[in-house]
């Protein structure tokens, strides 16, 4: 079965950098979207951004437009997060999601078929 793992989360102080990789494994071939969610404590689960990799377009929410950015990795089945500027309400579980359907550039995120188990991310002084 796909799997999906995050990694690269930790802690870091406000306006610096942080860059989160995401990697499939046991995956279908083909073009596929991912997303990546994140959830703070207490609040619901927001989209961050996806990208589809038939066109290497990606979106954005605009509360990171121009600080994160999507990016494939040279390998098919990794992308990356970077987060750049990041503010202490940019904490949180960050999750990426994947599908292979032919047309998940046209559902959101959160209804990817795939999903990781998350790693934190945490902006304080």
């Known amino acids: 079965q796909v799997r999906l793992a995050e990694s690269g989360g930790g802690s870091v102080q406000p306006g610096g950098s942080l860059t989160l990789s995401c990697t499939a494994s046991?995956?279908?071939?083909?073009?596929?979207?991912m997303a990546w969610i994140r959830q703070a404590p207490g609040k619901e689960r927001e989209g961050v951004g996806a990208?589809?990799?038939?066109?290497?377009?990606?979106v954005y929410h605009d509360s990171v437009k121009g600080r994160f950015n999507i990016t494939q990795g040279s390998a098919a089945n990794v992308m990356y997060l970077h987060m750049n500027d990041l503010k202490p309400e940019d904490s949180g579980t960050y999750y990426c999601?994947?599908?292979?359907?032919?047309?998940?550039?046209?559902?959101?995120?959160?209804?990817?078929?795939?999903w990781g188990q998350g790693t934190q991310v945490t902006v304080s002084s």
């Open positions: 999601a994947a599908d292979w359907r032919p047309n998940c550039y046209s559902r959101g995120g959160s209804e990817f078929t795939y």
């Open positions: 046991d995956h279908p071939s083909g073009d596929y979207c």
């Open positions: 990208i589809y990799t038939g066109n290497g377009r990606a």
